[in-house]
């Protein structure tokens, strides 16, 4: 099995910046893409932004120019840097990650795993 920890979330005021940190242990062979997502109360859970393996981003058209997605392959990581934050950022952050598995020889192809979630609240 596979287990994300996400963690970097907080309370900020507008125009100020968080991390987003989302790390990945356990029966990994490899990582496709990984990608952010967010819900806001009362809303469906968004697509935030992007990474393929190749390092290919794309970016939902409310974060674009404020968020930077990437990957440290090494690391198992997938990060999530937000600046020029703004009220309506507010939401919780998930990390989602496609995978592949190897749980003692056997392979497990385009296994999808969520993290649990992590808060962000933007302050006016």
């Known amino acids: 099995q596979v287990q994300l920890v996400e963690s970097g979330g907080g309370l900020v005021q507008a125009g100020g910046s968080l991390r987003l940190s989302c790390a990945a242990s356990?029966?990994?062979?490899?990582?496709?893409?990984m990608a952010w997502y967010r819900q806001a109360p009362g809303k469906q859970r968004e697509l935030v932004a992007a990474?393929?393996?190749?390092?290919?981003?794309n970016y939902a058209d409310s974060v674009k120019a404020r968020f930077t997605i990437s990957r440290d392959n090494a690391k198992n990581t997938v990060y999530l840097q937000m600046n020029s934050l703004k009220p309506e950022d507010t939401a919780a952050y998930y990390c989602?990650?496609?995978?592949?598995?190897?749980?003692?020889?056997?392979?497990?192809?385009?296994?999808?795993?969520w993290g649990k979630g992590t808060l962000v609240t933007v302050t006016s």
């Open positions: 990474i393929g393996r190749g390092g290919n981003t």
């Open positions: 989602n990650l496609n995978l592949n598995e190897d749980r003692y020889g056997d392979y497990y192809y385009g296994m999808d795993y």
């Open positions: 356990g029966s990994i062979y490899s990582i496709n893409n």
